[in-house]
Structures are given as C-alpha cells and as structure tokens.
T-cell receptor
C-alpha cells in the first residue's frame, strides 16, 4: 500500500532562510507524488507534482521538490522564505483504487510552517 | 475556467441528524472524490464517483453515502451524525485517466454538537 511520512509536524524558519519540509514515501509501484498547501480555513492548493518525468520538480511560489528513489524521499524546498509562506503543507501519494480503476490520494499528517521576522 | 466550489461553507448539526454537502467540479472534470480532514490531521479518502457511480471507498461506514449527477456535480450525505464526524469535508475533482491529479474545493466545515 502507498503511504507518505512527513517528518516534523512543526517547522519554524526566519524570513529569507531556506525552507526544507521532509516527506518520505512508501509505494509498491512507481509513485505519483504531490505537495499541497493549506492556508487557515481554506482548502488544499496544489504546489507541485511528480509524475515520473523530471526528478526535480518546480512548483508555484518558488517551491521545488526533488524525487530521490534511492532515499524514497520527496522533500519540499524554497531558497528564501517569505511571511506569506506560513501555512500547513501536505505531502501526498496517489494510489490506485483497486475496485474502480481511478486513483485516490493518501496524505501525510502535515507540517505547519511558521515564518518569523 | 471555473474551479471547484462547495456549499455550504459552515454547518452545525446535532448528533443523530443527517447532513448533505454539495460540490461542483471544475469545468471539464468528470470525477469527484470526497475527503474528510479532522482537526490536525491530513485528509482521509471517503469515496470517489465517476459516471454517477461509486468508484471506490475508503474506510468509512455506510452511513456516508454520495451521489454524482449528470453535470458531474456531487453530494455527500452523512446519516446518524456522530461527534467524531466533526471535520472539514473536502471535495476534489479530476479527469478520468488522470485522477491522480486532483483539484480541491475550499471545503465545508461541519460541527456536530
């Protein structure tokens, strides 16, 4: 079964510092991996996706993630944090729905990013 | 292009009651998935609908049911509400064949008292 583990439920960085949010996956098939961001009282916004093309994936708002098969990781990074990046971030893996032929997303438990002045 | 919309935004119900949540999918999408996000948790897959039929279900009891309409919009119904049903309910739409890539609505916050 496909699953993801997010290390660190809370991460705090200074404005302008590097952001690194960790995600490790487990998958019996080549995975499709995603990062979503959730601002308070809002839904999920897709930041970026890995669908077996380039291993370095660029997303919106200056975020990127690198797929490393040898480490089963898909960590999210941003070179310079901005106050507006404060939010909760979820890593997700797509898994096939065995009975129906579609796909469902399995999410990690989330990482709350705090950006300090 | 119209994004995913959900209604209502917030809802307060009493234990034992029934509730219906609504979702309009993104233009061009034909598959709808529902997720439950409890406070402090990641979203959990409830079920998915395609061609007006349930396409798969997560670990949720039968009192969670749904519908999909010919225009691809969807409803989530929960009967006999329990306190633990309090959560943010998220609808996501996608295109069959690319249903790994899902786009989420703003969610409905359900509080059961």
């Amino acid at each position: 079964a496909q699953s993801v583990t997010q290390l660190g439920s809370h991460v705090s960085v200074s404005e302008g510092a590097l952001v690194l949010l960790r995600c490790n996956y487990s998958s019996s098939v080549p995975p499709y991996l995603f990062w979503y961001v959730q601002y308070p009282n809002q839904g999920l916004q897709l930041l970026l996706k890995y669908t077996s093309a380039a291993t370095l994936v660029k997303g919106i708002n200056g975020f990127e993630a690198e797929f490393k098969k040898s480490e089963t990781s898909f960590h999210l990074t941003k070179p310079s944090a901005h106050m507006s990046d404060a939010a909760e971030y979820f890593c997700a893996v797509s898994a096939p729905i065995l009975t129906g032929g579609g796909n469902k997303l399995t999410f990690g438990t989330g990482t709350q990013l705090k950006v300090e002045l | 292009e119209t994004g995913v919309t959900q209604s209502p935004t917030h809802l307060i119900k009493t234990r034992g009651q029934q509730v219906t949540l609504r979702c309009s999918s993104q233009s061009g999408h034909n598959t709808v998935s529902w997720y439950q996000q409890a406070l402090g948790q990641g979203p959990q897959f409830i079920f998915q609908y395609y061609r007006e039929e349930e396409n798969g279900r997560g670990n949720f009891p039968p009192r969670f049911s749904g519908l999909q309409f010919p225009n691809y919009s969807s409803e989530l119904n929960v009967n006999a509400l329990e306190l633990d049903d309090s959560a943010l309910y998220l609808c996501a739409s996608s295109l069959r064949g690319q249903s790994y890539e899902q786009y989420f609505g703003p969610g409905t916050r359900l509080t059961v008292t």
